[in-house]
């Protein structure tokens, strides 16, 4: 090798974390459980897909009743057609010319209702009882039909009347606009940052386990012969958590695929920025924290101890969650009612987001819903910048002091000063 890989017996920094890095990246993406699990996900998107389409949009349909009318009673089948669609149903009409034939299929079922009688004087025929939406509806047809004739005893034009009467409305004054698509944006950002917390949990157990399984082999001593313990961390956390990314993006591309054609799943085009700001925030949140869970791990040697030793992290990003829900749904109340967030649930969301651990959560969803200024946005992004280089030299230093240490699980005061 020449000069540009190594440097002083060691690899060169970057050629270091790169070579690291693919060695993560291929072992998982050929592992059974990536492959498995990547299979078995996009399967379930397809069959939900499928039963979305034959099975679920079938249940899901507009209710239609089937009703008859005798002749006399055929004035009224028109207007019970055209009235259906007000009440969200659908009316299928037959006109009958014998009414014990009609009476006949009402009895077996065929039809829901049989109108009889005059329009003035109107009878149902029913099998056992009246729907109560098939009731309300040929009640105001049959009330309309009589206004209809006491109109037109009064010399007027019912026509004319239902026109002046459709023309009639009121102008709204509204004092508090609702933001376009005040709903729909921040729905956007709190499913990311949903995204983000469900990512964390399984990616950053993965590379944890990883830190302490390497460590408890003892493949680690071989590998700083070559590597210094930041370049090994680093390249750990961008191998492993760019495998779980493509993971990430095959389930939801083809869960798009699936589903977008389909219009089972509709994407507003005003929340596409949303989405891509969900992304970077999602990228520095994994970063940040898969950081933070690896330096814990390399606290123990045992990857039953695991567990205990990242409970700290995990708790930091429940409390994240948590603090989603309090800006989430009141953004959600307000974007629906037109009201105002209370002062101080806005406060608090405005503080907890500029905090570089909840940002990557927080943030999006403010983003999203249009509540952060630019300059917030900036603010946020680059204290989260720098709190990753804080942290990923912090970790370097722990790692360093701690990852040939073997035995009992070793105290992070000890590791921040102590070398082995």
């Not at 669609?85 to 009895?107: C, M, Y």
């Not at 009612?337 to 907890?352: H, M, N, Q, R, Y």
């Amino acid at each position: 090798m020449n000069g540009s890989v190594f440097s002083g017996g060691r690899l060169n920094p970057a050629r270091a974390v790169y070579l690291v890095g693919r060695r993560e990246f291929m072992t998982r993406v050929r592992g059974r459980v990536f492959v498995i699990g990547t299979v078995i996900a996009v399967a379930l998107l397809a069959v939900y897909a499928l039963l979305q389409l034959t099975v679920f949009d079938n249940l899901n349909t507009t209710t239609t009743f089937h009703v008859g009318f005798t002749a006399q009673a055929q004035p009224l089948s028109a207007p019970t057609r055209a009235a259906g669609p007000i009440l969200g149903v659908e009316v299928k009409v037959t006109n009958f010319g014998d009414q014990a034939a009609a009476e006949s299929q009402v009895r077996s079922g065929t039809l829901d209702a049989l109108v009889t009688g005059t329009p003035s004087a109107p009878q149902v025929v029913v099998e056992s009882q009246l729907d109560p939406t098939l009731s309300t509806l040929l009640t105001g047809v049959v009330r309309q039909d009589a206004l209809n004739a006491e109109l037109s005893r009064a010399g007027l034009d019912p026509a004319a009347v239902q026109a002046e009467a459709n023309r009639a409305s009121f102008h709204v004054d509204v004092l508090q606009p609702l933001k376009p698509n005040a709903v729909e944006q921040p729905i956007v950002g709190a499913i990311l940052a949903f995204l983000l917390y469900l990512f964390l949990s399984i990616y950053g157990a993965v590379i944890a386990q990883g830190v302490v399984a390497e460590k408890a082999s003892r493949v680690v001593e071989l590998l700083l012969s070559t590597l210094r313990p930041g370049q090994l961390l680093l390249g750990k956390v961008l191998g492993i958590g760019l495998a779980g990314l493509v993971q990430f993006g095959i389930i939801v591309g083809c869960g798009l695929a699936f589903t977008l054609p389909t219009h089972i799943l509709a994407l507003p085009a005003a929340a596409i920025g949303g989405v891509l700001t969900g992304v970077m925030w999602f990228v520095l949140g994994f970063v940040l924290y898969a950081l933070m869970l690896a330096t814990s791990a390399a606290l123990v040697s045992r990857v039953e101890e695991v567990s205990a030793a990242t409970i700290p992290i995990s708790m930091v990003m429940v409390v994240a969650w948590l603090l989603a829900y309090v800006v989430f749904i009141p953004e959600i109340s307000a974007a629906q009612t037109g009201s105002v967030v209370p002062p101080g649930v806005e406060s608090i969301g405005t503080v907890a987001s500029l905090i570089p651990l909840f940002s990557p959560v927080l943030m999006p969803i403010r983003v999203a819903a249009g509540d952060a200024p630019l300059w917030q946005a900036g603010l946020a992004v680059l204290l989260t910048l720098l709190s990753i280089a804080a942290i990923a030299w912090l970790a370097a230093r722990v790692y360093a002091n701690s990852v040939l240490r073997f035995g009992a699980r070793i105290k992070l005061s000890r590791a921040l000063r102590q070398a082995p």
